[in-house]
């Protein structure tokens, strides 16, 4: 049986991660893999969520099975904090996943199995994560256009033409924030409009929410998934906790489903249930715990909060300082767009072969089509991305 498999491709960015480590360099700036680091080059592990593990500890006192679409107050939690606290809640249904991806793969058997004629309409570019497990459901899927490399800003004209291919039923795949990879993101009234073409299309959007506080802070970065939400009928919005409380590896998300009615929203819950069921049974419950604790402490949420805005602007800064190096470097503006783009990353607009020089040349690892993780970067390495940059000719 083994004997059939063919090898798969192997992830890029996984692949640039190996490189990464087998370059024997001192000096090497890793700017590849998607995951926020400080300026030490450390992913930390946030103070309230140290100080809510250290609670769970001493109070936790079984570690048998939670509810099969998670505990209803992780739910109720990550509700309040995506949609606000004034939400309709008799039109969300929802399940914790394993992490943002497990949610991404979660909505998209959901759709398997409301519509499963539907096509699912990812952005170009987008997180090379959704193409991929598209096509291994096997699901019907096409672009719409999003990025314009010549500005390094969102072609909203582009876009705006192709949803008018989109079809009754279809779903759209939105970045909430920070999108991935381009750092580009829509305004609140184009927002509006994106709302308004699929509500006359009768299309349902699916809002990736990876990135909530990495881009102008929790509110902000929740405002075009609450446009969304109260526009349409029909909502999906698959989010993930590895960013913004910094827990990676507990592997923390969640989908959460929104419906036209508290009818529907039964049969919607019930149909999650299934869905965990079928792939792995209960979901992991230690970090969903540790975000509930966290949301629901006025202490605890204070200091989170708080942690995450240094980090939020801390990458801010990042990026004003690397547009105003490359500024005086290059003597042209080109560069600036990097103090526009929000969130980890920005797509840099370096040839694949540029991206390669700066690779071997100067050990600046980034992802094939330029994509750099701004996280990645401190104070100083900032000068030297900068300068190799500005050699390179990008």
Request: charged content about 25%.
């Amino acid at each position: 049986m083994f004997g059939n498999l063919k090898p798969l491709p192997q992830d890029k960015i996984l692949q640039l991660m190996s490189m990464y480590r087998e370059d024997p360099r001192e000096q090497k700036i890793d700017l590849g893999v998607g995951v926020y680091k400080n300026a030490e080059g450390v992913t930390p592990v946030m103070r309230a969520v140290k100080a809510a593990e250290q609670r769970l500890w001493q109070d936790e006192t079984t570690k048998s099975y939670t509810a099969l679409a998670g505990e209803p107050a992780y739910r109720d939690a990550m509700a309040a904090l995506i949609l606000g606290e004034g939400h309709d809640a008799s039109r969300v249904a929802g399940a914790a996943t394993p992490g943002g991806t497990g949610a991404i793969h979660m909505a998209l058997e959901l759709i398997q199995m409301a519509a499963p004629d539907a096509t699912v309409w990812l952005s170009n570019p987008t997180w090379p994560n959704h193409p991929s497990i598209l096509n291994h459901l096997g699901m019907k899927s096409a672009e719409y256009r999003y990025f314009d490399p010549e500005t390094r800003g969102v072609d909203f004209e582009g876009m705006i033409a192709d949803l008018g291919r989109v079809a009754p039923g279809d779903v759209l795949l939105l970045h909430g924030c920070c999108h991935n990879p381009t750092g580009a993101n829509l305004n609140l009234t184009q927002w509006e409009e994106v709302a308004a073409e699929l509500k006359k299309v009768g299309a349902v959007p699916l809002i990736d929410l990876a990135y909530q506080g990495f881009g102008d802070g929790l509110e902000a970065d929740a405002a075009a998934t609450r446009l969304v939400a109260s526009r349409l009928p029909e909502v999906m919005i698959a989010a993930s906790c590895s960013k913004n409380f910094g827990i990676y590896r507990e592997r923390t998300g969640i989908l959460l489903a929104l419906t036209e009615d508290g009818a529907a929203r039964d049969v919607t819950q019930g149909t999650l249930a299934h869905l965990n069921r079928q792939n792995f049974s209960f979901p992991p419950d230690h970090g969903a715990r540790l975000v509930t604790m966290i949301l629901t402490d006025p202490e605890l949420r204070a200091d989170w909060q708080a942690e995450l805005e240094e980090m939020r602007t801390g990458m801010l800064a990042l990026r004003e300082q690397l547009a105003d190096e490359l500024r005086t470097l290059t003597g042209s503006d080109r560069f600036g767009f990097l103090a526009q783009h929000r969130g980890m990353f920005s797509r840099l607009g370096a040839t694949p072969e540029q991206v390669v020089e700066l690779r071997e040349k100067h050990g600046i690892y980034m992802v094939g089509d330029s994509r750099l993780n701004i996280a990645g970067l401190n104070k100083d390495s900032v000068s030297v991305l900068a300068k190799a940059i500005a050699e390179v000719g990008v």
